[in-house]
């Protein structure tokens, strides 16, 4: 089973409120990312986890906060998000930590759309 | 630096054509490997396939198959007898073993339309 699950699948927010978006994976996967896509554009990687801790930041602002509450779950903190933050998040996960090698299996993706 | 040029924005063909997706790719690497991935409307990517540069063999998987020439920097993908259920982003990818950890290059993806 190569699932990684998305939780919403739509999320519309104010530039004000503070939202998450939750990616769980149980696989046994070592490694974690987030992705931004935009409209007719490949992902852009954001964030990676190596064994629940951040190990890469795209440098990516201070309102994308993320976070690995265990090896099996990442979330993605939001707050005062911009109008051109409106995109599809896609969580992805790796057997393997630390290498670019392995495959990456992602999930369905959040559509995120900031008022 | 890795590159991966996928030329062909958008394709459009009929039922049951066949269809190749070109990828070509950049590295200064002996070691790395390459990917495809499709992306449905609904928007998750889907892995197809991941081949190590040593193993240049070619590879079928009942309508899909790949054709990877290191001579030429090429991993094309070929769709045999196309339904529309095929219609989709087509990713092309490339990961270095000594490059930058976790960094998928990405092309820039073709959009596959199959008309009825």
């Known amino acids: 089973d190569t699932e990684v699950t998305q939780t919403p699948k739509h999320l519309v927010m104010g530039m004000t409120n503070k939202k998450s978006l939750k990616c769980e994976q149980h696989m046994g996967h070592r490694a974690m990312y987030w992705y931004k896509q935009k409209a007719k554009k490949p992902p852009e990687l954001m964030f990676v986890?190596?064994?629940?801790?951040?190990?890469i930041n795209e440098s990516v602002p201070s309102r994308f906060s993320p976070e690995c509450p265990n090896s099996s779950l990442l979330n993605l903190h939001l707050h005062a998000l911009q109008p051109e933050d409106s995109a599809l998040y896609l969580c992805?996960?790796?057997?393997?930590?630390?290498?670019?090698?392995?495959?990456?299996?992602f999930g369905p993706g959040t559509r995120l759309t900031v008022l | 630096a890795q590159k991966v040029t996928q030329a062909q924005t958008e394709i459009s063909v009929v039922e049951k054509e066949d269809v190749t997706l070109d990828c070509v790719y950049e590295?200064?690497?002996?070691?790395?490997?390459l990917f495809w991935y499709k992306q449905p409307p609904s928007g998750e990517l889907v892995f197809l396939i991941r081949?190590?540069?040593?193993?240049?063999q070619n590879e079928i998987s009942g309508r899909y198959s790949w054709n990877f020439q290191k001579s030429t920097s090429s991993f094309n993908f070929t769709i045999t007898a196309s339904q529309v259920v095929d219609s989709a982003v087509y990713f092309c990818a490339l990961s270095e073993l000594g490059g930058s950890n976790y960094k998928l290059t990405f092309g820039k993806g073709t959009l596959l339309t199959v008309n009825p």
């Open positions: 992805a996960s790796s057997r393997r930590a630390g290498t670019s090698t392995d495959t990456q299996y």
């Open positions: 590295t200064r690497d002996t070691t790395y490997y």
């Open positions: 081949r190590n540069s040593f193993d240049e």
């Open positions: 986890y190596s064994y629940e801790k951040l190990s």
